[in-house]
């Protein structure tokens, strides 16, 4: 079988390989097109008007009800003074303390000369070549109100080429754990976690379709390839098997088979995980003193298996802990009740359709500290593996127009007590 993908998995390889010293060209000179005086003075502004907000509580749910933690200390990520473009854009450094990041930025705001700053070299930080420019450019509220615009202009275009490739009944079964089942209506404030949830919906979307316009598994493979260095350029550790997952489901849903499937999630990783490596060989030549064993090799024991008091040491415990997050979401309030109400009768889906469902626990066994610590956001893939669940249970029971679904909701609820039959 690799013999035959062989070519395919060349092409994908010089491609990853190719956009390694891209990234480093675009993060290099990032400094150079932002003004640091511009930036802080936003961020001062955001500050004074609760956009942003100091301490580990938020006040202002509807626009600070997220990660703040990662949206401040991304916002002060490569505003070091006195550092040339280079080590701004690649070893990235950030005001740190003992104190919440949000206390930090906003101490670094009033003087950054003030603060301690410390490097975060183990990421590309893609999401600045968005972010920072906006941030420069425009008050932070206007950063925040176009990750939301964004993420509704991808959202519906996923859901659109995805209701195109599997039904309209299997995209609803799809994303409705998303949006319910996670803080997927909170990701546009903080700006990290939308940018790479947008890579994850508009890539999928892609991607489903070139499978409906029956593109070769060439293009699809390195597509794949594509998508998973785009991803690592852009990504802070949130949601890794999400994307994979869903480029395996569209494949074997559109009966394209399991090989070819499982080829494109091994080269997603592998375009991903390589261009990480390629991250860490570019700090050590921008600062030689970049320790990987320290920075990298040590940090990614501790993220698999390390100890913290939020972490169980057991077999599935990650598992465990990120769906109970799940479905202690706010989403459940509503999501249970619509499942209540419409009671599809639908078949256990076949393995042949829904092992894609599998990737994110396999993820999150193996990153089982990370997983277990994090569990608010990396929730966001088990959400998806419970759509890729769903999609597929509706797919077996051929369910593939959303009028049937309210057929059946009618047929439950008549008065004389109609059993539904399976919709055929």
């Not at 425009?138 to 599997?166: G, H, Q, R, T």
Request: charged fraction near 15%; hydrophobic fraction near 55%; aromatic fraction near 12%.
């Amino acid at each position: 079988m690799l013999k035959r993908y062989f070519p395919a998995i060349l092409l994908a390889g010089l491609l990853v390989a190719a956009l390694q010293p891209v990234y480093f060209l675009l993060m290099s000179n990032l400094d150079r097109v932002i003004s640091h005086e511009r930036t802080w003075e936003h961020i001062r502004d955001a500050f004074d008007s609760g956009v942003l907000e100091t301490s580990f509580h938020s006040k202002n749910f509807w626009i600070t009800g997220g990660d703040r933690f990662t949206d401040c200390y991304s916002l002060g990520i490569g505003l070091q003074p006195g550092v040339d473009a280079a080590a701004a854009g690649i070893t990235a450094s950030r005001p740190v303390s003992e104190r919440h990041s949000c206390d930090d930025l906003k101490a670094a705001a009033a003087d950054p000369t003030s603060v301690t700053w410390h490097r975060y070299s183990r990421y590309w930080h893609g999401y600045r070549l968005y972010g920072a420019p906006l941030a420069s450019a425009f008050p932070i509220l206007v950063l925040k109100l176009l990750n939301l615009l964004v993420l509704v202009v991808l959202a519906v275009f996923f859901c659109s080429e995805a209701a195109k490739l599997i039904g309209v009944a299997a995209t609803i079964g799809l994303c409705a754990p998303v949006l319910f089942m996670s803080d997927f209506v909170r990701i546009w404030q903080i700006t990290p976690h939308a940018i790479s949830t947008a890579v994850i919906l508009g890539g999928a979307a892609i991607f489903a379709a070139a499978i409906r316009k029956r593109a070769a598994d060439l293009v699809l493979i390195v597509m794949a390839a594509a998508f998973g260095t785009l991803f690592n350029f852009v990504d802070f550790l949130v949601n890794p098997p999400w994307m994979p997952m869903l480029l395996a489901f569209f494949l074997v849903a559109a009966g394209r088979g399991a090989p070819i499937a499982l080829i494109c999630v091994a080269t997603w990783f592998s375009a991903y995980g390589a261009t990480w490596v390629a991250k860490w060989v570019a700090a050590f030549i921008v600062e030689p003193s970049f320790d990987i064993k320290t920075d990298v090799i040590d940090t990614a024991l501790f993220r698999i298996s390390g100890a913290n008091v939020k972490v169980w040491h057991f077999p599935l415990a990650a598992t465990a802990k990120v769906f109970t997050n799940a479905f202690l979401s706010w989403g459940m309030l509503i999501l249970l009740p619509v499942l209540l109400i419409f009671r599809l009768p639908l078949r256990r889906p076949p393995l042949a359709l829904a092992w894609p469902a599998l990737i994110p626990i396999v993820w999150f066994e193996i990153l089982s500290n990370h997983s277990q610590i994090h569990a608010f956001f990396v929730s966001r893939s088990a959400a998806a593996a419970i759509g890729v669940v769903a999609a597929a249970a509706l797919m077996a029971a051929r369910v593939t127009d959303a009028r049937q679904i309210f057929v059946a909701a009618r047929r439950w609820s008549s008065r004389d007590g109609f059993r539904m039959r399976e919709i055929q």
